[in-house]
């Protein structure tokens, strides 16, 4: 199994609930593995990866791996969030009605998409300048690539278990 294979699976199952919001019945949760045991997994996984690819002491993977869960914590609540609104806006925007009539519902919906968009850069950015502060230039630069390999394996593991588990 290659190594990012586990975590991507972990994260896909930890998404699961998410994507079974809304629907005329209200919001429904999948089966599936708690939360907390998958962030425990996540946090495990990514203390590994900066220990070894970064050459850190526990510690120090500890600190920055849990910092990565709290950071990941606030952007899937903020998602969902924008994800709600995103929903409210085209709602309106298919709904009936002229432009004219829908601008100014539109309007505040635009505003806090707007804003939550905005947050999720400042948090991301926010996250990446406290750890690299901390971080020789090298492990900066290792530290940025262990995150888009991460992030890559993710999107992989997800579309893949789209598509039922095809590979195309």
């Known amino acids: 199994m290659r190594p990012w294979t586990s975590l991507s699976l972990t994260l ?37 990866r900066l220990q070894s690819g970064l050459n850190l002491s526990e510690d120090k993977a500890r600190t920055i791996a849990e ?3 709290r950071r990941d914590i ?32 539109i309007r505040p919906l635009l505003d806090r998409i707007r804003t939550l968009r905005q947050q999720q850069i400042d948090t991301r950015q926010r996250f990446e300048d406290e750890i690299r502060s901390s971080l020789t230039p090298c492990q900066q630069a290792r530290f940025i690539f262990l ?15 789209m598509r039922g588990g095809r590979r195309e």
């Open 12 to 48: 896909l199952l930890a998404s699961l609930p998410m994507l079974g919001q809304g629907g005329p019945q209200g919001p429904r949760r999948r089966p599936g593995p708690e939360p907390a045991s998958v962030m425990a997994h996540i946090l495990k996984v990514r203390m590994e």
């Open 67 to 69: 910092s990565w869960n």
């Open 74 to 105: 606030g952007l899937m609540e903020r998602g969902r969030e924008l994800n709600e609104v995103r929903r409210r806006a085209q709602d309106i925007l298919q709904g009936t009605g002229s432009d004219t009539e829908k601008d100014p519902r």
């Open 147 to 161: 995150m888009e390999d991460l992030d890559r394996h993710v999107r992989e593991g997800m579309r893949e278990a």
